[in-house]
């Protein structure tokens, strides 16, 4: 991308907002050379985009040295949103230390931290420029279970009953919690839902780890290789439209020096996820237009297997079924049973929540199979 420019007889229309945040975007993962500052005047717009991409950090940056300038009401509220966005951030981090605490209390649970906390403290410059708005926890399979009882017996509460006892643990993608002051947990045992959430070595991720520390305390979290795919996989391999922070994340990985491209399509082959990774760099190139040559040229020379890139978009678009077929494939043959019956007969409490019992279900489904 070229410097962010404006001279005196260039006349062409001010970029909108999508632009303008795109750009600063760009300016915050390389620092690209500014000569003269950006102007918008969409700062109102501007900054309510921002807050909603979560990109607050960037632009309040880009305000304090010189990049952008706004006028005086709309940098301020900038300034008073990323302030508010910060101290639900220090809500947050608190939350998570008495988490840490508490799952210590029950006799340790296997976890390591996720996303925004990780991504501020061990990505950023500062972690003044990341913030996030909820807490997101990777749990080891065997420990789901107590760790949610352990969240819930702390005044979490599930937003949806467990299918049945150890399901989560063995096939869930995760469960959502929420305490009653609005701080959410999502409890992860992968980190995406479909096939391939199934493929992910799991087991590496937690051989291998990073660690940073909030309120004295240490945490772990993903190495930064798997912290990188995880933003493509949460960016692309479960979403059709992800917002501009995590876009920003995945671009800051690809221009990190000390993340070479060999490595991280090599870690991607291991998880069988090329696609992903492919689909991810290719967007967040034409996204922030970042002029990276070693990327482009994967590209051109990775051909994607079509089948893998209909198995994507499978596995992002709503389906009626309770899961497909090709999920069921990437299950070991000793495991679908187990999956199957949990699929087929979940508990009581949760047909329930779903206004069902067992008999309307199977009718709904026998429905759904029919032409």
Known sequence: MPPVERTGSDHRPEPGPETTL??????????????????????????????????????????????????????????????AALWWCLMLEQ???????????????????LKGAAVAHLDEFDPFLRSFSDLDLLIAGPCMDRALDVLVSHGDRRQEPRRRP?????????????????????????????????????????????????????????????RALHAC??????????????VRDIASYLCDPELPLEDLTAEARLWR???????????????????????????????????????????????????????LREIPWNDRLAFLWGVAVPSKELLRSRNQNHLTRLIAGSRRLLP
């Open 166 to 226: 150890g399901f989560e643990g063995r096939f869930g993608k995760g469960v959502n919690t929420r305490f009653d002051d609005g701080i959410e947990v999502d409890v992860h045992r992968t980190l995406c839902g479909g096939s391939h959430g199934y493929r992910i070595p799991l087991h590496r991720m937690f051989s291998m780890s990073d660690q940073f520390e909030i309120g004295g305390r240490t945490f772990n979290a993903p190495a930064k290789i798997h």
């Open 273 to 327: 996820g090329e696609a992903v990774l492919a689909l991810a760099v290719k967007q967040t190139l034409l996204e922030l237009d970042l002029d990276l040559p070693q990327w482009k040229e994967w590209l051109a020379t990775t051909p994607v297997d079509p089948r893998e890139r209909d198995l994507i978009e499978r596995d992002r678009t709503p389906r009626q079924t309770p899961f497909q077929w090709s999920t």
């Open 22 to 83: 795109r750009l600063l975007a760009a300016w915050s993962v390389n620092q690209l050379e500014v000569t003269r500052p950006l102007s918008t005047n969409h700062g109102d717009a501007l900054v309510r985009l921002a807050e909603a991409q979560g990109l607050l950090g960037p632009l309040v940056a880009a305000i304090d040295t010189g990049v952008i300038d706004l006028e005086d009401a709309a940098a301020q509220r900038a300034g008073h949103r990323h302030e």
């Open 95 to 113: 939350r998570l230390l008495e988490i840490d605490q508490w799952f210590a209390e029950a006799g340790g649970i296997d976890y390591m931290v």
């Open 233 to 246: 996989y949460h960016a692309y391999a479960w979403s059709q439209t992800p917002p501009l922070r995590t």
